[in-house]
Protein backbone atom coordinates (compact mmCIF):
# COMPACT_ATOMS: atom_id res chain seq x y z
CA UNK A 1 0.00 0.00 0.00
CA UNK A 2 2.92 2.71 0.30
CA UNK A 3 4.64 1.65 -2.79
CA UNK A 4 1.51 2.54 -4.21
CA UNK A 5 0.92 5.79 -2.47
CA UNK A 6 4.69 6.82 -3.11
CA UNK A 7 3.86 6.19 -6.41
CA UNK A 8 0.86 8.20 -7.17
CA UNK A 9 2.26 10.73 -5.39
CA UNK A 10 5.83 10.44 -7.74
CA UNK A 11 3.50 10.93 -10.65
CA UNK A 12 1.60 13.65 -9.17
CA UNK A 13 4.56 15.86 -8.66
CA UNK A 14 6.26 14.67 -12.59
CA UNK A 15 3.00 15.81 -14.00
CA UNK A 16 3.36 19.39 -11.85
CA UNK A 17 6.45 19.76 -12.85
CA UNK A 18 5.80 19.17 -16.51
CA UNK A 19 3.18 21.53 -16.85
CA UNK A 20 5.65 24.00 -15.66
CA UNK A 21 8.54 22.71 -18.15
CA UNK A 22 5.87 23.20 -20.99
CA UNK A 23 4.31 26.34 -20.05
CA UNK A 24 4.85 29.48 -22.11
CA UNK A 25 5.41 32.78 -20.31
CA UNK A 26 1.87 34.63 -20.15
CA UNK A 27 3.57 38.09 -21.73
CA UNK A 28 6.92 38.05 -24.24
CA UNK A 29 8.86 40.44 -26.09
CA UNK A 30 9.16 39.14 -29.96
CA UNK A 31 12.78 40.09 -30.15
CA UNK A 32 15.23 37.82 -31.96
CA UNK A 33 19.07 38.08 -32.81
CA UNK A 34 18.21 36.45 -35.88
CA UNK A 35 16.31 39.47 -37.26
CA UNK A 36 19.26 41.59 -36.72
CA UNK A 37 19.31 45.30 -35.90
CA UNK A 38 15.83 46.41 -35.70
CA UNK A 39 14.61 49.66 -37.19
CA UNK A 40 11.52 49.96 -34.84
CA UNK A 41 11.14 48.69 -31.19
CA UNK A 42 10.78 45.13 -30.47
CA UNK A 43 7.00 43.75 -30.70
CA UNK A 44 5.23 42.80 -26.98
CA UNK A 45 3.09 39.91 -27.43
CA UNK A 46 0.39 38.14 -24.84
CA UNK A 47 0.75 34.68 -25.45
CA UNK A 48 -1.99 34.05 -23.08
CA UNK A 49 -4.44 36.09 -24.58
CA UNK A 50 -3.91 34.62 -28.33
CA UNK A 51 -3.93 30.89 -26.63
CA UNK A 52 -7.26 31.78 -24.91
CA UNK A 53 -8.63 32.69 -28.82
CA UNK A 54 -6.48 30.31 -31.24
CA UNK A 55 -5.99 26.93 -31.92
CA UNK A 56 -2.12 26.12 -31.15
CA UNK A 57 -1.66 24.90 -34.51
CA UNK A 58 -1.78 28.51 -35.41
CA UNK A 59 1.46 29.59 -34.89
CA UNK A 60 3.37 25.82 -33.96
CA UNK A 61 3.42 24.78 -37.08
CA UNK A 62 5.26 22.37 -38.89
CA UNK A 63 4.60 22.12 -42.60
CA UNK A 64 5.62 19.10 -44.51
CA UNK A 65 6.63 19.05 -48.85
CA UNK A 66 3.21 18.98 -49.49
CA UNK A 67 1.80 22.14 -47.13
CA UNK A 68 -0.03 19.66 -44.30
CA UNK A 69 0.61 20.99 -41.22
CA UNK A 70 1.93 18.16 -38.86
CA UNK A 71 1.30 19.97 -35.47
CA UNK A 72 4.78 20.80 -35.21
CA UNK A 73 6.36 18.09 -32.15
CA UNK A 74 8.48 20.74 -30.22
CA UNK A 75 5.76 23.68 -29.06
CA UNK A 76 7.80 25.29 -26.97
CA UNK A 77 10.61 26.04 -30.01
CA UNK A 78 10.98 29.60 -30.61
CA UNK A 79 9.81 30.78 -34.16
CA UNK A 80 13.44 31.31 -34.85
CA UNK A 81 14.43 27.77 -34.51
CA UNK A 82 12.43 27.11 -37.80
CA UNK A 83 12.55 30.24 -39.92
CA UNK A 84 15.78 31.38 -41.21
CA UNK A 85 16.89 28.18 -41.32
CA UNK A 86 17.26 25.65 -43.66
CA UNK A 87 14.18 22.63 -43.46
CA UNK A 88 14.82 19.61 -43.49
CA UNK A 89 13.34 19.35 -47.05
CA UNK A 90 15.70 21.15 -48.52
CA UNK A 91 13.51 24.46 -48.87
CA UNK A 92 14.15 27.67 -47.30
CA UNK A 93 11.40 28.20 -45.28
CA UNK A 94 9.35 31.72 -44.78
CA UNK A 95 12.40 34.14 -43.25
CA UNK A 96 11.78 35.55 -39.50
CA UNK A 97 9.73 38.84 -39.91
CA UNK A 98 7.97 37.96 -42.88
CA UNK A 99 6.76 34.44 -40.94
CA UNK A 100 5.75 37.72 -37.93
CA UNK A 101 4.32 40.10 -40.19
CA UNK A 102 2.17 37.36 -42.32
CA UNK A 103 0.95 35.58 -39.03
CA UNK A 104 0.24 38.51 -36.76
CA UNK A 105 -0.73 41.27 -38.95
CA UNK A 106 -2.33 38.75 -41.03
CA UNK A 107 -4.82 37.46 -38.59
CA UNK A 108 -5.82 40.54 -37.31
CA UNK A 109 -6.32 41.90 -40.79
CA UNK A 110 -9.04 39.11 -41.45
CA UNK A 111 -10.61 39.35 -38.45
CA UNK A 112 -11.13 42.99 -38.97
CA UNK A 113 -12.42 42.56 -42.37
CA UNK A 114 -14.29 40.08 -40.40
CA UNK A 115 -16.10 42.36 -38.26
CA UNK A 116 -14.53 41.19 -35.21
CA UNK A 117 -12.39 43.00 -32.97
CA UNK A 118 -9.04 42.26 -33.14
CA UNK A 119 -5.35 43.71 -32.87
CA UNK A 120 -2.77 46.24 -34.50
CA UNK A 121 -2.45 46.34 -38.37
CA UNK A 122 -0.18 49.04 -39.03
CA UNK A 123 3.29 49.60 -37.70
CA UNK A 124 3.19 51.82 -35.22
CA UNK A 125 0.31 49.87 -33.55
CA UNK A 126 2.53 47.12 -32.86
CA UNK A 127 6.04 48.26 -32.73
CA UNK A 128 5.35 51.10 -30.00
CA UNK A 129 8.00 53.52 -28.82
CA UNK A 130 9.14 53.92 -25.64
CA UNK A 131 7.90 57.47 -24.24
Known amino acids: MKCGRFGLASLAVVL ?3 SFAFSQEAMMLLEHKELGVHERPAVPFSHEKHADIL ?7 DFDQYGNNRGGEDKAQSCAACHGQASSQGKKPVPL ?8 KGCHESMWTAGKKSGP ?6 HVKKK
Open 97 to 104: EKAFHGQC
Open 16 to 18: LCA
Open 121 to 126: VTCGEC
Open 55 to 61: DCLRCHH
